[in-house]
């Protein structure tokens, strides 16, 4: 028994010095729809590729590229206050409604949508971008 304890540890430290400073233990974010001009909808996954635990908001910031800049699109919505606990190697979707949020479709061009995730004791900010058709 305890050299197989002995041999999950050291697998376990194995693949943490591989992959701790790459992209395998992190939390993200992607728009798993085409977003066009006439989109209702942000479809969101956010990932948990970490060991612990992860939890965040339905909050979020949406930004327009226009030209070399990011600038903050105005939100007319509201959020609900409600917290989603995302467990390790998970996945949680959220469905962003853009007339209620933003008052009118989004017109073409490249955006970052980013939210703050809580993943143990660190606050860490995710974003991605994606384009309106």
Sequence with gaps: MKSI????????????????????????????????EQSETINLEITNKTLLTASFGEYFTLEKKNGEEWEQVEIIG????????????HTSKQTIDIKKMFGDYLSKGEYRISKEIDIGNNRETVSTVFSVK
């Design 5 to 36: 304890l002995s041999g999950i540890i050291a697998f376990i430290l194995g693949i943490t010095s591989v992959f701790s400073g790459g992209q395998l233990f992190k939390v993200s974010i992607a728009v798993v729809n085409e977003v066009t």
């Design 78 to 89: 509201y959020f609900f206050d409600i917290a989603t606990i995302l467990r390790p190697f």
